[in-house]
């Protein structure tokens, strides 16, 4: 079993910043891909961006400039760092793994990520 714990969210006004942290315990062999998804009020969950054990990463289109994901190996970090946040990011933000043909999809509990205008 592998738990993921999120903290960092919160409120802060339009233009403003909030980093995300998403720590991976337990049962960790090797974790390639990490990455957030978010939940807005009364919509489905989207993938915002996603990181490989090497580095490589995507973003969703509408955070592309703004957000940046980035990890720590040694830590079984993962990290979000959002600026210029605007209020259609409101949402709760999880960590995820991806299920893989050794294991099944993890989730950590969300993290709430409130933007005022």
């Known amino acids: 079993q592998v738990q993921l714990v999120e903290s960092g969210g919160g409120l802060v006004q339009a233009g403003g910043s909030l980093r995300l942290s998403c720590a991976a315990s337990g049962s960790i062999f090797s974790i390639n891909i990490m990455a957030w998804y978010r939940q807005p009020p009364g919509k489905q969950r989207e993938l915002v961006a996603h990181i490989s054990s090497g580095g490589t990463t995507n973003y969703a289109d509408s955070v592309k400039g703004r957000f940046t994901i980035s990890r720590d190996n040694a830590k079984n970090t993962v990290y979000l760092q959002m600026n210029s946040l605007k209020p259609e990011d409101t949402a709760v933000y999880y960590c995820?793994?991806?299920?893989?043909?050794?294991?099944?999809?993890?989730w950590g509990q969300g993290t709430q990520v409130t933007v005022s205008s």
């Open positions: 995820n793994i991806p299920p893989t043909t050794r294991s099944r999809a993890y």
